[in-house]
């Protein structure tokens, strides 16, 4: 993909200000970069005590110890929702995720899943409203990850892949904005890449570009500067060929999570470009398909703020890889 097609139908005064727009955070990134960190790997995968067990409030609470980095996945599908503060969306969400499998392991008796939730140290009761439907439906089913310290998304989603059971691993966001049943589309494209010659190292990202027209029209003419100036940052400096690196519903074969959730540095909101970054240097089979979805309420997002917060991140990243002090070392799978 070029960048006539990334930015189509941007006009070149908006591409102008987006650029403008991007000087400060330039320049403020070539400043911080200046104390450029090299990668600790056990830093990056330690964990609490408490955050290496799950609670079954089924049997008084007992605690059992989450697997870690197990490279053979046991049931078909573990679901990772990382979630901040997240008491009043969540259960929508769960509701919907919960209905959807439900419905698969009646029409599919062998279907085997796990929905786990990882609370990044949130200060509301989002760990309590997860632990009823834990209760509701089984620690088999149902786990709970709480941090005693927020990490940030990526920190989140990469301790729940590797806390993990599936076979087949989802990320999904916790606000519900899309529409779970559309994981049909993805697992179709997964098998369509699954299929050619044994692929095992596959990623399907739920994309959002479809709807980007629409979305223009409805946000402040900042908002889109912003926008236009992230997506041309990251299609410059990281990922060609995905229009939507953002979109929190990305499903991955276990191999393919494994090798990148691994090798991933950053865990605030611009891991998923560090991510696909990643997947493209160690030539992973990437897809992009078409999801339904919606905007809803309590975005932790703030406006202007993260958008220059990440702007900054991808270029710290671009600079961390280019001077070595980042690497991409994985964890070695027997099956490569």
């Given amino acids: 993909m070029d960048v006539i097609s990334v930015f189509h139908g941007l006009s070149l005064t908006t591409l102008f200000y987006a650029l403008l727009l991007l000087i400060p955070v330039i320049l403020v990134s070539i400043l ?7 990668w600790n790997p056990v830093a990056m995968f330690s964990r609490f005590e408490s955050e290496k067990y799950y609670k079954d409030p089924n049997k008084n609470n007992a605690t059992y110890p989450f697997p870690f980095m197990e490279e053979e996945g046991s049931i078909d599908l573990s679901v990772i929702v990382p979630s901040y503060n997240e008491e009043e969306r969540l259960p929508i969400m ?23 939730v990882v ?7 989002t760990s309590k409203v997860t632990l009823e439907y834990v209760k509701r439906y089984g620690v088999c089913k149902m786990r709970l990850l709480t941090f005693e310290q927020n990490r ?17 691993i989802l ?18 494209a997964l098998d369509d890449l699954n299929g050619r010659k044994g692929n095992k190292f596959v990623i399907v990202c739920g994309s959002r570009a479809h709807l980007q027209d629409e ?20 299609w ?4 060609r060929g995905i229009r939507d690196t953002q979109c ?4 991955f074969t276990r191999p393919a999570a494994l090798l990148t959730f691994t090798a991933l540095h950053v865990e605030r909101w611009a891991f998923d470009v560090e991510l696909l970054y990643i997947a493209q240097r160690l030539k992973i089979a990437l897809a992009e398909v078409a999801i339904n979805w919606t905007e809803i309420d309590g975005s932790k997002m703030i406006p202007v703020w993260s958008w220059l917060q990440m702007g900054k991140d991808l270029i710290l990243i671009s600079l961390r890889y280019v001077v070595g002090a980042w690497r991409i070392e994985p964890m070695k799978l027997k099956s490569q």
Wanted: with cysteine.
């Fill in 94 to 116: 769960l509701n919907e995720t919960l209905e959807y499998l439900e419905n698969e392991e009646k029409n599919k008796p062998s279907f085997t899943y796990e929905i786990l």
């Fill in 32 to 38: 911080i970069g200046v104390r450029l960190t090299t």
């Fill in 171 to 188: 990320m999904a966001d916790a606000d519900g904005a899309s529409k779970f049943a559309d994981l049909a589309r993805l697992e179709q």
């Fill in 119 to 125: 609370d990044d140290g949130s200060k509301d009761a």
């Fill in 248 to 251: 929190g519903f990305k499903l």
């Fill in 215 to 234: 979305a223009v029209a409805k946000r402040s003419f900042l908002r889109n500067i912003l926008m236009y100036g992230f997506h041309f940052l990251v």
């Fill in 236 to 239: 410059f400096l990281c990922v």
């Fill in 152 to 168: 940030g998304k990526g920190g989140a989603v990469r301790m729940g892949v590797l806390s993990s059971r599936g076979r087949r």
